[in-house]
C-alpha cells in the first residue's frame, strides 16, 4: 500500500508540465524529488546505522569481569580486568596468556550459562 501512494506521488511529480509551454515550473516541485531522496537514505541507511552503533557502544560499556567475549579478530577469552580510564581490556585467553585489547576490538559477548538461567526463570 505505501509503495503504491509513493509511486503515485512521483507520477505526479514527474509529470510533464500541463498548459504553456514556455511557462516556467515552479521550483518547489523541482525540490521535492531530491528532499524525497535525502529522506529514504536516511530513514533506511543512516538511522538504522546510528541506532546499531548506540547498541553496540551499550554492549560495550556494560562489560564486566568474567564475560566471554570473542574480539574483531577471532580471539575467544573471558575478560579478567577492565580499565575504565584508557578503554582497554584484559583478556585472558589461555591459563597463562592475557592479551591486552581496546575496548573496540570486541565483537561480541557470548551469552553465558547463568545468563541463561536467569532468564528462564523469569
Same mark, same amino acid.
Given at each position: 500500500?505505501? $509503495?503504491? $501512494?509513493?509511486?503515485?506521488?512521483? !507520477?505526479?511529480? &514527474?509529470?510533464?508540465?500541463?498548459?504553456?509551454?514556455? +511557462?516556467?515550473?515552479?521550483?518547489? !516541485?523541482?525540490?521535492?524529488?531530491?528532499?524525497?531522496?535525502?529522506?529514504?537514505?536516511?530513514? &533506511?541507511? %543512516?538511522?538504522?546505522?546510528?541506532?546499531?552503533?548506540?547498541?553496540?557502544?551499550?554492549?560495550?560499556?556494560?562489560?564486566? =569481569? /568474567?564475560? =566471554?567475549?570473542?574480539? !574483531? /579478530? /577471532?580471539?575467544?577469552?573471558?575478560?579478567?580486568? %577492565?580499565?575504565? +580510564?584508557? =578503554?582497554?581490556?584484559?583478556?585472558?585467553?589461555?591459563?597463562?596468556?592475557?592479551? =591486552? &585489547?581496546?575496548?573496540?576490538? %570486541?565483537?561480541?559477548?557470548?551469552?553465558? +550459562?547463568?545468563?541463561?538461567?536467569? +532468564?528462564?526463570?523469569?
Amino acid at each position: 500500500m505505501m $509503495l503504491s $501512494l509513493l509511486q503515485l506521488a512521483l !507520477i505526479f511529480l &514527474f509529470a510533464p508540465p500541463s498548459g504553456n509551454p514556455n +511557462e516556467t515550473p515552479n521550483p518547489l !516541485i523541482q525540490v521535492v524529488p531530491l528532499i524525497l531522496v535525502v529522506l529514504v537514505f536516511y530513514f &533506511f541507511m %543512516i538511522r538504522p546505522q546510528q541506532k546499531k552503533e548506540k547498541e553496540r557502544q551499550q554492549a560495550l560499556d556494560a562489560l564486566k =569481569k /568474567g564475560d =566471554k567475549v570473542v574480539t !574483531i /579478530g /577471532g580471539m575467544h577469552g573471558t575478560i579478567v580486568e %577492565i580499565n575504565q +580510564e584508557k =578503554k582497554t581490556v584484559v583478556i585472558q585467553a589461555a591459563e597463562n596468556i592475557r592479551l =591486552k &585489547f581496546d575496548r573496540s576490538a %570486541i565483537a561480541t559477548v557470548e551469552k553465558t +550459562e547463568t545468563a541463561n538461567k536467569l +532468564e528462564s526463570t523469569k
